[in-house]
Structures are given as structure tokens and as C-alpha cells.
């Protein structure tokens, strides 16, 4: 499909270089304006939960997530006034990351919202910089780090005058959803993204002009090492700053002038780590063509230095529970198969749960997955791997039937068909 270019541009720009804050939870409007002359105000109570909200697992113990709810009366005016719900990531230090959303964002949008921003939070064990996240957490709580989730997309409206990063509505994907399944990059997903530059500028830290002390300097520098490499080889690794007929040399320049090089490399090379550009048919590149790979085999290849940043902070799998969307018909796979496209990025999930009522099925991958179904009947098959069903309730208020052929039937939810399924872990206790 053709992009314009104004639009391309639009896509990919974000907000870079957010404000250290007073060290506060519920910021006044001043200091959600960027003001450092803000009267520190007692952090807000967690939001009880409400439909739509789903636990995450292995993640930080540390890290604690609230529920979904109104915004409530005490918050800012600004708040109040732009957005309706809100939830948190409450930090090891006790401050939280506020995410607040406009009335047109999904429950389902903010939880996949909430669980990225958890994701890259959680630990990575034996990596370099990433086997111990909580000094980025407490840095992010410290400078106030938010997220503002904004109706439609970017350009459509004037975002409000807070000191957050935005994300847009028709660029946060739901897993299972028709964005997902089709790879609709009319709506690409730019949640990894965002949430990604949020934890650069205000956790990791940037070097450099317009930025902050963070808390992995040495990270950064490697950062920035492989950004001027990909920047100083002919431009082939990142392309942009050759091109100067279309109107791309412009955006690299602004990059360069407000020291946001590193942040746009380093989530270029994200988004092809973790499959978003594997189903683009546009160009043999990720990021609209703009990075020179387009899958994690590419960036081996072609970008060693991009590939072992990921390899030193990220984890090579998806950690949170992939909440797919409630309209999925069908079956969902996490195991890569280049006949489904979507599976360039669903073969990095562990976890995940059905929503909804349909009748639909989940297959898992070689790694150990944890999978649920909904109300409706469904099949879920393990694969490879020790992977286990998970029920909401106690196992008394379900029947296990063992099949001759080696699955098992639970009832008690709809009718689940368990394939290559090692344990049933019910609220109270676990079987297998």
C-alpha cells in the first residue's frame, strides 16, 4: 500500500526530551506542563479495577499495575478535562507511571498499553544492563514519566498540554484484533515504540543536548555507538539521512537538532526484533524501509551492533499475558508459519488468553507457554514445551475428562479441548 510521505513522517515522529517533574503521583497542572515549580501533593490512590483489566506474569515483583477507572476529582484540571480513565505502573520506589486515555481508547487498548510499559520493566535475566531494571523504574517514577493515549491519530487534533509521550489511538494494536490479524499497517503498531522512547528519555537517559541523566549511562553509549555507526556506514544500516529527494533528509536533520537519533534507531531496530515489519511486502526493510532489516535474522546479519543492544536489555520473548481481542473467530497461533503472516510477530509471545465468547482455539510454540480460553468451547494446544491451561476458578467447579487419544476435556468454562497440555492450574490448585 503507498504512504504519503507528510503521513510517514507524522508516524514516526514522537515527543522526545519530557521534563524532569517534582516527585509526585497526581502532578498539578503546572507540572504536567513541563513547570519544575510544582508543590509536591500526596501520590493518588490505586484505581479499583474494572472490566477489561488482566494480570501479567513473570514480571518485576516489584512492579505493581492498578486497575482501569475514572478519572477522579482531585486529579488536575488538564487531566480532567482531556481524559476519562486512567491506570498505573507503580514503580519499586512507590511512584507511579501514570497512562491516562481519552474517551475513543479501548479497555483493551489501554491494557496492551499497560502490559508493553510492564514488559519492558520486567527483568531480563544474564543480560548486561537488563538482569536488574529497577534503577530505570525508579528513574522513570522519579522524573514523572506518563503516558497520554489520544483519540485517533497523529495530527488529527492538538494533544493536550501535558509533559507526556503520546500514543494514538489507531496506532495501538490489540493481539487477535483485525489490525493484528491483517497486518493493517493503514494502523501500524506503534506501541512498542512510544512506550519504548518513554523508558529512553526518562529511565535508561540520553546523552547529549535537550536530554536528562538516566539511570544506564553505559547503555546509552553503546546506543549511541551503534546509532553512528548505522548513521556513518553509507547510510545502508539506516537510510534516511541519504535521502535527500523526498523529503526524508528533513526529518533526519530535525532528529539530529533535537538529539533524537539514538531514541529513533534504537526503536527501529526494536520494532524488527520483535516481528512488527516480518509481514511488510512493501520494501525488503523494516520501519517503512527506512532500517535496512526487516526480521530478527536480518538484523544479525546486516546490523550486529542494533542486534546486540537487544541481546543486553531485552528479553528475546514476550513476558506479559497477550490479552487477544474479544472478537478473534478462529485459531490463534503462536508458532511461525510464513502462510501466516501475523505470526512474524505473535512466535514471540509465551502467554496468552482468549476473550470474549467465541468458540475459538490458541496453539502455543516450542517455548513454555501459559494459555486460557474464554466462556465459549475451545481447543488449546500446547505444542512443544511444558505448557499449562490456565482456569479462573476452583478445580471443584470444573470436570476433567481424560481422552483416549491423550487430550483431556474440562468443562466448566464452555468445553476446552486440551492438547500437549502438561498442567491444568486451577485458582486452588495446580494438576498434572
Known amino acids: 500500500m503507498n504512504h504519503p510521505l507528510a503521513k510517514t513522517i507524522s508516524l514516526l515522529f514522537c515527543v522526545i526530551g519530557l521534563i524532569a517533574c517534582s516527585d509526585v503521583g497526581v502532578p498539578t497542572d503546572e507540572s504536567l506542563a513541563g513547570s519544575s515549580s510544582a508543590e509536591p501533593s500526596d501520590q493518588a490512590a490505586a484505581p479499583a479495577s474494572t472490566a477489561g483489566d488482566a494480570k501479567t506474569v513473570d514480571t518485576n515483583d516489584n512492579l505493581k499495575e492498578t486497575g482501569i477507572a475514572s478519572i477522579p476529582d482531585d486529579f488536575p484540571r488538564t487531566v480532567r478535562r482531556n481524559f476519562d480513565r486512567y491506570t498505573q505502573v507503580i514503580v519499586p520506589n512507590g511512584k507511579p507511571i501514570n497512562i491516562y486515555a481519552q474517551a475513543e481508547i479501548s479497555d483493551a487498548q489501554i491494557v496492551q498499553v499497560r502490559n508493553t510499559l510492564i514488559f519492558w520493566l520486567t527483568d531480563?535475566?544474564?543480560?548486561?544492563?537488563?538482569?536488574?531494571?529497577?534503577?530505570?523504574a525508579n528513574k522513570m517514577g522519579d522524573n514523572e514519566a506518563t503516558l497520554m493515549l489520544l483519540k485517533g491519530s497523529d495530527g488529527d487534533v492538538n494533544p493536550p498540554r501535558l509533559n507526556a509521550q503520546p500514543l494514538y489511538q489507531n496506532e495501538i494494536?490489540?493481539?487477535?484484533?483485525?489490525?493484528?490479524?491483517?497486518?493493517?499497517?493503514?494502523?501500524?503498531?506503534?506501541?512498542?515504540?512510544?512506550?519504548?522512547?518513554?523508558?529512553?528519555?526518562?529511565?535508561?537517559?540520553?546523552?547529549?543536548?535537550?536530554?536528562?541523566?538516566?539511570?544506564?549511562?553505559?547503555?546509552?553509549?553503546?546506543?549511541?555507538?551503534?546509532?553512528?555507526?548505522?548513521?556513518?556506514?553509507?547510510?545502508?544500516?539506516?537510510?534516511?539521512?541519504?535521502?535527500?529527494?523526498?523529503?526524508?533528509?528533513?526529518?533526519?536533520d530535525e532528529l539530529a537538532n533535537e538529539n533524537s537519533l539514538s531514541q529513533e534507531y534504537l526503536a527501529a531496530v526494536i520494532d524488527s526484533y520483535y516481528g512488527l515489519?516480518?509481514?511488510?511486502?512493501?520494501?525488503?526493510?523494516?520501519?517503512?524501509?527506512?532500517?535496512?532489516?526487516?526480521?530478527?535474522?536480518?538484523?544479525?546479519?546486516?546490523?550486529?551492533?542494533?542486534?546486540?543492544?537487544?541481546?543486553?536489555?531485552?528479553?528475546?520473548?514476550?513476558?506479559y499475558n497477550a490479552q487477544l481481542d474479544a472478537s478473534f473467530d478462529g485459531t490463534f497461533t503462536m508458532t511461525f508459519d510464513p502462510a501466516t503472516p501475523y505470526t512474524h510477530k505473535s512466535q514471540y509471545m509465551l502467554h496468552a488468553t482468549l476473550n470474549g465468547a467465541n468458540n475459538s482455539n490458541l496453539t502455543g510454540n516450542d517455548q513454555d507457554n501459559r494459555l486460557s480460553g474464554n466462556s465459549g468451547d475451545n481447543v488449546l494446544d500446547?505444542?512443544?514445551?511444558?505448557?499449562?491451561?490456565?482456569?479462573?476458578?476452583?478445580?471443584?467447579?470444573?470436570?476433567?475428562?481424560?481422552?483416549?487419544?491423550?487430550?483431556?476435556?474440562?468443562?466448566?468454562?464452555?468445553?476446552?479441548?486440551?492438547?500437549?497440555?502438561?498442567?491444568?492450574?486451577?485458582?486452588?490448585?495446580?494438576?498434572?
Open 382 to 432: 500446547g505444542g512443544m514445551g511444558n505448557d499449562t491451561a490456565v482456569y479462573p476458578r476452583a478445580a471443584s467447579e470444573y470436570t476433567i475428562i481424560q481422552n483416549e487419544d491423550g487430550s483431556q476435556t474440562v468443562v466448566g468454562d464452555g468445553t476446552d479441548t486440551l492438547i500437549g497440555i502438561e498442567q491444568i492450574e486451577f485458582a486452588d490448585q495446580v494438576v498434572g
Open 124 to 136: 531480563v535475566p544474564g543480560s548486561r544492563y537488563g538482569a536488574d531494571k529497577t534503577a530505570v
Open 277 to 319: 515489519w516480518g509481514p511488510f511486502t512493501e520494501a525488503n526493510a523494516g520501519m517503512w524501509g527506512f532500517y535496512v532489516a526487516q526480521t530478527r535474522e536480518d538484523i544479525r546479519a546486516k546490523d550486529p551492533m542494533g542486534y546486540a543492544l537487544m541481546e543486553k536489555y531485552f528479553s528475546p520473548y514476550l513476558t
Open 173 to 252: 494494536v490489540v493481539p487477535g484484533s483485525a489490525w493484528y490479524i491483517n497486518n493493517d499497517f493503514e494502523h501500524r503498531d506503534a506501541t512498542f515504540e512510544e512506550i519504548l522512547h518513554l523508558m529512553h528519555d526518562t529511565g535508561i537517559g540520553v546523552d547529549g543536548a535537550n536530554s536528562q541523566p538516566g539511570a544506564l549511562p553505559d547503555f546509552q553509549t553503546e546506543i549511541r555507538a551503534a546509532t553512528n555507526n548505522a548513521v556513518a556506514n553509507n547510510y545502508q544500516i539506516w537510510p534516511t539521512g541519504a535521502a535527500t529527494d523526498n523529503g526524508l533528509k528533513s526529518w533526519y
